[in-house]
T-cell receptor, first 114, second 112 residues
Framework: DTGVSQNPRHKITKRGQNVTFRCDPI?????LYWYRQTLGQGPEFLTY????????KSRLLSDRFSAERPKGSFSTLEIQRTEQGDSAMYLC????????????FGPGTRLTVL | GDSVTQMEGPVTLSEEAFLTINCTYT??????LFWYVQYPGEGLQLLLK?????DKGSNKGFEATYRKETTSFHLEKGSVQVSDSAVYFC???????????FGRGTSLIVHP
């Protein structure tokens, strides 16, 4: 158990709807990462926070995606106007400043867009 | 751009067999290399890492050696157990970056 939790674990939605996922790292994790993983692929980086500041975003993160980390604790990832191609597992990972290599992954949120 | 190529799975072995999962990479500079493991129903966990050429990472009986001349980081274990059944991901992190690039993953199934 890495101590990182994600909710919900599963989400089924209809195309065009908005969805929001939450990630709760442990309190010591000042870095927080979001990834997307599709079937048969490895995780693909989406965005990363240090404390409350969003420092880097992938080109994969279209305008329909937005992430926040208010107060540098939990984080949310929102997808607006979902498309079937958004169906994937969304992973969150926490990390510690000064430990660039160790990321603690949550179990993921599986999104299915019908 | 940077990339990681892993052998396709599933790899199916009997308990106590020798395991090799191949991983090669393409990167500029001197990346750090990693193996992550994902057990069924759980999040990814860092298994081992190596940060420079000829380093050997090891953990839980698994080993991998950073081979710059062949741009490889193959995962090995001398005697697998049923509990090693999982998906294994090879990854690299470019120097100066916090962002890893993952391979597609290799599923390992170990039969009693």
């Amino acid at each position: 158990d890495t101590g990182v939790s994600q909710n919900p674990r599963h989400k089924i939605t209809k195309r065009g709807q908005n969805v929001t996922f939450r990630c709760d790292p442990i309190s010591e994790h000042n870095r927080l990462y979001w990834y997307r993983q599709t079937l048969g692929q490895g995780p693909e980086f989406l965005t990363y926070f240090q404390n409350e500041a969003q420092l880097e975003k992938s080109r994969l993160l279209s305008d329909r995606f937005s992430a926040e980390r208010p107060k540098g604790s939990f984080s949310t990832l929102e997808i607006q106007r979902t498309e079937q191609g958004d169906s994937a597992m969304y992973l969150c990972a926490g990390g510690l400043a000064g430990s660039t290599d160790t990321q603690y992954f949550g179990p993921g949120t599986r999104l299915t867009v019908l | 751009g940077d990339s990681v190529t892993q052998m396709e799975g599933p790899v199916t072995l009997s308990e106590e067999a020798f395991l090799t999962i191949n991983c090669t990479y393409t990167a500029t500079g001197y990346p750090s290399l990693f193996w992550y493991v994902q057990y069924p129903g759980e999040g990814l966990q860092l298994l081992l890492k190596a940060t420079k050429a000829d380093d050997k990472g090891s953990n839980k009986g698994f080993e991998a050696t950073y081979r710059k001349e062949t741009t490889s980081f193959h995962l090995e274990k001398g005697s697998v157990q049923v509990s090693d059944s999982a998906v294994y991901f090879c990854a690299l992190r470019p120097g100066g970056s916090y962002i890893p690039t993952f391979g597609r993953g290799t599923s390992l199934i170990v039969h009693p």
